[in-house]
T-cell receptor
Framework: GNSVTQMEGPVTLSEEAFLTINCTYT??????LFWYVQYPGEGLQLLLK?????DKGSNKGFEATYRKETTSFHLEKGSVQVSDSAVYFC??????????????FGQGTILTVHP | GAGVSQSPSNKVTEKGKDVELRCDPI?????LYWYRQSLGQGLEFLIY????????KSGLPSDRFSAERTGGSVSTLTIQRTQQEDSAVYLC????????????FGEGSRLTVL
């Protein structure tokens, strides 16, 4: 079945540092890939997405590129802020059969940014 | 309302009791999902509805868990004879007909089984 693996957390950075959160996946066909974010006290919300190989999703200074050859969708930001402190989830949407429509999530990575 | 609404936000129950969790999706959204988030774990898929039918029930952990959706809107997740390992945050999300994968999540129902 489909699966998503994220780098172990938690991740602690100083403000303006560079961020990478690794995400790899296992899936048949051509899944769509997503990053969701959960800020403290809030529900999960979509951060960015990519629907086909080599697509780059971007939002709020975050970027991720859909790499089919390495089955990866790593999240990056050049300069993090304290307000980026949150839990980040990588997710995959299946393309066929009973997988269609189902989002499979990774285990989440806690990011804490200090001033 | 404008967003996905879940109730109750907090539920404490005794082992062996039944609980019902409710989800009111965004108006017009035909896709509805239930996930479970345990401490230190990711989001565990439970069940997915398209309209009133559930094409994928594969994530329900046991036959103590059931879910229904009526009128293509409100959904109820029922856990019978609760166990301590059922303690978690139960999240509901809805998506539009195109089901692009962009889901809108509620804030969850935190269940504690004593």
């Amino acid at each position: 079945g489909n699966s998503v693996t994220q780098m172990e957390g938690p991740v602690t950075l100083s403000e303006e540092a560079f961020l990478t959160i690794n995400c790899t996946y296992t899936a048949t066909g051509y899944p769509s890939l997503f990053w969701y974010v959960q800020y403290p006290g809030e529900g999960l919300q979509l951060l960015l997405k990519a629907t086909k190989a080599d697509d780059k999703g971007s939002n709020k200074g975050f970027e991720a590129t859909y790499r089919k050859e390495t089955t990866s969708f790593h999240l990056e930001k050049g300069s993090v802020q304290v307000s980026d402190s949150a839990v980040y989830f990588c997710a995959l949407k299946g393309t066929g059969g009973t997988s269609y429509g189902k989002l499979t999530f990774g285990q989440g990575t806690i990011l804490t940014v200090h001033p | 309302g404008a967003g996905v609404s879940q109730s109750p936000s907090n539920k404490v129950t005794e082992k062996g009791k039944d609980v019902e969790l409710r989800c009111d999706p965004i108006s017009g959204h035909t896709a509805l999902y239930w996930y479970r988030q345990s401490l230190g774990q990711g989001l565990e898929f439970l069940i997915y509805f398209q309209g009133n039918s559930a094409p994928d029930k594969s994530g329900l952990p046991s036959d103590r868990f059931s879910a229904e959706r009526t009128g293509g809107s409100v959904s109820t997740l029922t856990i019978q004879r609760t166990q301590q390992e059922d303690s978690a945050v139960y999240l509901c999300a809805s998506g539009d007909r195109a089901n692009t994968g962009e889901l809108f999540f509620g804030e969850g129902s935190r269940l504690t089984v004593l």
